[in-house]
């Protein structure tokens, strides 16, 4: 009894209550954002589409139920990782789709002048998503959309011309090649929750091939118990940023698309990656055999990821084609 009552112990059991019952507050992953909010005037310019997500999905980031919490050291936001791990996900296509934006999407040709308001914004969205000060990753991620929202004022208004948006099929294809090496990525490290033996074919393919250093021919492959969870949000979150951008770019590209038939692909990989923001009714992320009584989850996504990647290959291939 006398333990119950120091006013000490009492303090710190309400504290640790409060700082729990804030986790669960801001352990929430975003609802999907709404296009039409991105193209609300009545004859959307190309690009405006694309533009718009790419500035609503830095928002969302920021100012979604907890704001931005990757950098935070303070607890309880210190303490959690499945939140800041989503966000790295969504960060590392926000990351994608501005160097396309800034490299491809901008410019007419090789030899063109890059965007000044998408030169300064590109910077901005590499900075250490942990840092927090000295600059603030917040910070420099909100000056960031802002240059982009000055790019999309320009390229909204019809009667000038100094801000432009391609979409060509060879544009469209560059980015897929950054998503698709982002999904294989992501796909090969689920996949690795449970052990695996893998044949090496960093050379497959090419008899000349040559690498730095030897590597053996079987690879033993296995994700870090700690870090199971971690790339499983990683995951959702980079397919909740990539629902949205393949959406945007169903109408910017919707003329290239339809020359090669290519909609239905664009769409089903989009039904594949709305499959992975599925609720999770486990308390935590399983790590179960293939085959046995509990759930894998890693696995599970694993398999989503890889489809909407086998799917994102084939759309290259129609885009290429002529």
Same mark, same amino acid.
């Given at each position: 009894?006398?333990?119950?009552?120091?006013?000490?112990?009492?303090?710190?059991?309400?504290?640790?209550?409060?700082?729990?019952?804030?986790?669960?507050?801001?352990?929430?992953? !975003?609802?999907?954002?709404? $296009? =039409?909010?991105?193209?609300?005037?009545?004859? !959307? /310019?190309?690009?405006?589409?694309?533009?718009?997500? $790419?500035?609503?999905?830095?928002?969302?980031?920021?100012?979604?139920?907890? &704001? %931005?919490?990757?950098?935070?050291?303070?607890? !309880?936001?210190?303490?959690?990782?499945? /939140? +800041?791990?989503? =966000?790295? &996900?969504?960060?590392?296509?926000?990351?994608?789709?501005?160097?396309?934006?800034?490299? #491809? @999407?901008?410019?007419?040709?090789?030899?063109?002048?890059?965007?000044?308001?998408?030169?300064?914004? =590109?910077?901005?969205?590499?900075?250490?998503?942990?840092?927090?000060?000295? +600059?603030?990753?917040?910070?420099? @991620?909100?000056?960031?959309?802002?240059?982009?929202?000055? @790019?999309?004022?320009?390229?909204?208004?019809?009667?000038?011309?100094?801000?432009?948006? @391609?979409?060509?099929?060879?544009?469209?294809?560059?980015?897929?090649?950054?998503?698709?090496?982002?999904?294989?990525?992501?796909?090969?490290?689920?996949?690795?929750?449970? !052990?695996?033996?893998?044949?090496?074919?960093?050379?497959?393919? #090419?008899?000349?091939?040559?690498?730095?250093?030897?590597?053996?021919?079987?690879?033993?492959?296995?994700?870090?118990?700690?870090?199971?969870? #971690?790339?499983?949000?990683?995951?959702?979150?980079?397919?909740?940023?990539?629902?949205?951008?393949?959406?945007?770019?169903?109408? *910017?590209?919707?003329?290239? $698309?339809? #020359?090669?038939?290519?909609?239905?692909?664009?769409?089903?990989?989009?039904? =594949?990656?709305?499959?992975?923001?599925? +609720?999770?009714?486990?308390?935590?992320?399983?790590? &179960?055999?293939?085959? &046995?009584?509990?759930?894998?989850?890693?696995?599970?996504?694993?398999? %989503?990821?890889?489809?909407?990647?086998?799917?994102?290959?084939?759309?290259?291939?129609?885009?290429? *084609?002529?």
């Amino acid at each position: 009894m006398s333990v119950i009552r120091n006013p000490f112990i009492i303090i710190l059991m309400v504290l640790l209550v409060l700082m729990l019952a804030v986790a669960f507050y801001f352990d929430h992953e !975003p609802d999907f954002m709404s $296009l =039409e909010r991105s193209t609300d005037v009545q004859q !959307p /310019v190309i690009g405006v589409a694309t533009t718009s997500m $790419l500035v609503q999905t830095v928002d969302t980031l920021l100012n979604k139920r907890g &704001g %931005y919490l990757s950098n935070d050291v303070t607890p !309880p936001s210190v303490m959690m990782d499945n /939140v +800041p791990n989503w =966000e790295f &996900g969504v960060l590392q296509q926000v990351r994608d789709l501005a160097k396309s934006l800034r490299n #491809d @999407y901008s410019r007419s040709q090789t030899q063109s002048i890059p965007d000044e308001d998408l030169e300064l914004a =590109e910077p901005k969205f590499n900075v250490d998503s942990d840092a927090w000060m000295f +600059p603030s990753a917040e910070g420099e @991620y909100k000056n960031g959309a802002d240059a982009v929202r000055k @790019y999309l004022t320009r390229l909204q208004d019809t009667s000038k011309q100094d801000a432009q948006f @391609y979409a060509r099929a060879d544009n469209l294809n560059e980015w897929l090649s950054l998503v698709e090496k982002r999904l294989g990525a992501l796909s090969l490290r689920l996949s690795q929750a449970r !052990p695996q033996v893998r044949v090496n074919t960093d050379l497959a393919g #090419d008899a000349n091939a040559q690498q730095s250093t030897s590597t053996a021919s079987e690879i033993v492959a296995r994700t870090s118990w700690f870090a199971i969870d #971690d790339n499983f949000y990683e995951a959702r979150g980079t397919s909740w940023a990539l629902i949205h951008y393949l959406r945007a770019a169903e109408i *910017d590209f919707k003329p290239v $698309l339809e #020359d090669k038939n290519a909609i239905p692909t664009l769409r089903q990989i989009i039904r =594949e990656l709305e499959s992975t923001q599925q +609720p999770i009714s486990s308390p935590m992320i399983l790590n &179960g055999s293939g085959m &046995g009584m509990f759930a894998n989850h890693s696995l599970v996504m694993s398999s %989503y990821i890889s489809r909407a990647n086998s799917g994102i290959a084939q759309l290259r291939s129609l885009l290429a *084609d002529g």
